[in-house]
Antibody
Framework: EVQLVQSGAEVKKPGESLKISCKGSGYRFTTYWIGWVRQMPGKGLEWMGVIYPDDSDTRYSPSFQGQVTISVDKSINTAYLQWDSLKASDTAMYYC??????????????WGQGTLVTVSS | QSALTQPASVSGSPGQSITISCTGISSVFGTFYYVSWYQQHPGKAPKLVIFEGSKRPSGVSNRFSGSKSGNAASLTISGLQAEDEADYYCKSFTSSNTWVFGGGTTVTVL
């Protein structure tokens, strides 16, 4: 069974750094893209970027390029989303997701449970 | 503001059919093949209901269908049921090798 298990909720102060994780299991981790999606409180879904674990090929939405870093540790089947300096506007639910097709970075058929990040002074 | 435009809300009575449009496909990549649709209930992770424009993943009700009309993609829910009340998002590939979601549509079952 394919599973994506995300790290727990975080409460941080503006300016702090943060790295949240998404651990994949039940499939060959290195051969499927993993993506990240943001959902701000009461708002819609925003596609942030994807990474291909085998070679760390990474693509970012222009809206998130330079704002976050997506990385992976394939030795432990885990993808990461990282901020160097959080802002209050980073407060959101963050989902990781995986396509059903190993040839595509596209339609996300499997989703993590979400990680709620709260940034407040 | 998303490059893909959806109506903010659509409503229908049980048993009716509703259609949600997603415009701007041609401006992001132009290929219906790359359109997918997601359903999201409050407090839950999104769920894929249509991919490659009109295909349904295993387990998704055949009451959900995807189509193309001109430069827009559409999601139709037939035989509307109370459980269909949710937010729906289209998504498309872009010329930058990235993906983008539409702004989302809230479906209300009257």
């Amino acid at each position: 069974e394919v599973q994506l298990v995300q790290s727990g909720a975080e409460v941080k102060k503006p300016g702090e750094s943060l790295k949240i994780s998404c651990k994949g299991s039940g499939y060959r981790f290195t051969t499927y893209w993993i993506g990240w999606v943001r959902q701000m409180p009461g708002k819609g879904l925003e596609w942030m970027g994807v990474i291909y674990p085998d070679d760390s090929d990474t693509r970012y939405s222009p809206s998130f390029q330079g704002q976050v870093t997506i990385s992976v540790d394939k030795s432990i089947n885990t993808a990461y989303l990282q901020w160097d300096s959080l802002k209050a506007s980073d407060t959101a639910m963050y989902y990781c997701a995986r396509p059903s097709d190993s040839d595509s970075s596209g339609p996300f058929d499997y989703w993590g449970q979400g990680t709620l990040v709260t940034v407040s002074s | 503001q998303s490059a893909l435009t959806q109506p903010a809300s659509v409503s229908g009575s049980p048993g009716q059919s509703i259609t949600i449009s997603c415009t701007g496909i041609s401006s992001v990549f132009g290929t219906f093949y790359y359109v997918s649709w997601y359903q999201q209930h409050p407090g839950k992770a999104p769920k894929l209901v249509i991919f490659e424009g009109s295909k349904r993943p295993s387990g998704v009700s055949n009451r959900f269908s995807g189509s193309k009309s001109g430069n827009a993609a559409s999601l139709t829910i037939s035989g509307l049921q109370a459980e269909d009340e949710a937010d729906y998002y289209c998504k498309s590939f872009t010329s930058s090798n990235t993906w983008v979601f539409g702004g989302g549509t809230t479906v209300t079952v009257l």
